[in-house]
């Protein structure tokens, strides 16, 4: 049998996994599949929203869930005056970036009940100002949003929500993701590759995360397994693709009527459509069934739940600007994840360096972790190359050593990567030129450089500089305001993606 890695939760009795299910031909399961719904969803979505005066509060752990969204606010803080001032703006939908995927459970948990205290008191606020008298967990409806390849701190960010707003029916497990390639099928959770193969979620290198691993590619047994059997896989509702696409939207809303007392269900889904059909039905169980519900999602979900249509992808310049002088400089990339579909960008990003006009700057972790007068000293000559090269014109890419170091426990892994990612926003932050662009590789690299190397405080999403890369115009109180920030997930495109995306940027 398989033990389970060390997880959020792994002080309780580890969960053995089941048969391991097989890999699939993403062709031909897909065929086999019942055609999708074929009503539009999208406009009946909209009603409810223009009508409701709900506000949708998203929780991301790390900034890679604003990728299928597009003119949504980000909040790096979530201070009572910054919440109160986004309620006061009639904002109907914003995300709180939580950074929790890089905390030990107990902050994760602090941080959540924190964030989650304040929305609520600051949404009351705001409705007794504007002459309404109710309360605040009653015009609020949060979003977990996490990993669609089901690393986070599950189910204790549901269980922290849950307990601050008074409890909930149930909260349902959403993982797909389209741009992603994950998909679940018959209750089974699935990451495709670059051959056309449908991976169980659990034979991924994601499922050996030190943090955060797990053994069940079946969501229903991830569910036991993750919450140690306080929640049985017979008693986790399975939403399924005939649910979807051929009952519609009453037959899932008729199954989330069915959730209470904080049951679980799992949601099967395979294209947007798919999440269109679930997020009709779970707004219609929220706002005309009154039922209290809570999403663990990944962002396709937060997409069609704010009932936002797919938008094209952001052309280089507007991504860049208009700024003559900065359109001369050139563009920085920091690379921290370690994943190995980055390392693959990366190996093809830097084989194409004259192409990209690229200067190559490689960080040696040993050398970070080993002294303070070693680092310091790293860091000050990789700060002077970047300067001058970006000074000059040359795009710059920051990257770690791919040899990735582990502690012997997970938080000392932990301990490890963010002492890495405090390395790469001291870069950032002491920046004196302002690049072309910046690409940040990773979630907690991009979230570490936003809030720290880059003071973001409140940005906008414009939408998407490749599929599953959003792109953040960096508000006024930030450093280089009006500049293009793009996230750029560790598991997110194929090998020459960020190699395509620089150079289209690096020749705009």
Known sequence: PQTKPATSNDDEASMVARIPEKIQDQFTLFKSLPPEYSNSIIPSIESILATSEQT????????????????????????????????QRGTRAFYVLTNTRSMTPQNAAKVNSDIARRVVAAAAQTAVTNGKNDKGANIVSFISRSDSCLRGHYPLEIDVLAEVIGGVDGHLVVPFFQEGGRYTIDDVHYCADDSAHLIPAAQTPFAKDLAFGFCNSNLRDYVEEK????????????????????????????????????????????????????ALAYLQAEIFDGKRLLARSAASFVQARLGLAKRDILGANVIIGRGVEQQRKGGLIVVGSYVPKTTRQLESLIQSDIQTNLEKIELDVHCLIKSNDAKTQLLDQVLGKAENAISKGRNVVVYTSRKLLEGSTAAQSLE?????????????SRLTQQPKFIIAKGGITSSDVATKGLNIRRALVLGAAAPGVPVWRIGEDGKFPGMSYIVFPGNVG?????????????TA
């Open 56 to 87: 949708t509060v998203i929780l991301d752990d790390d900034p890679t869930g604003t990728q299928t969204v597009y003119d949504i606010p980000v909040l790096t803080e979530w201070t009572s005056d910054v919440l109160i001032r986004e309620f």
């Open 494 to 506: 194929d090998d020459d993606e960020l190699r395509n995306l620089v150079l289209r940027l690096a």
């Open 416 to 428: 490890i990567g963010n002492a890495v990612s405090e390395a790469l926003v001291s870069i950032v």
């Open 227 to 278: 919450t140690n059997g306080r929640i049985k896989r017979e008693d986790v509702i399975s939403i399924t693709l005939d649910d979807l696409r051929v009952g519609g939207p009453e037959v899932v809303r008729s199954k989330l009527s069915k959730l209470v007392n904080g049951a679980a269900a799992i949601v099967n889904a395979v294209s947007l459509r798919d999440m269109e059909v679930l």
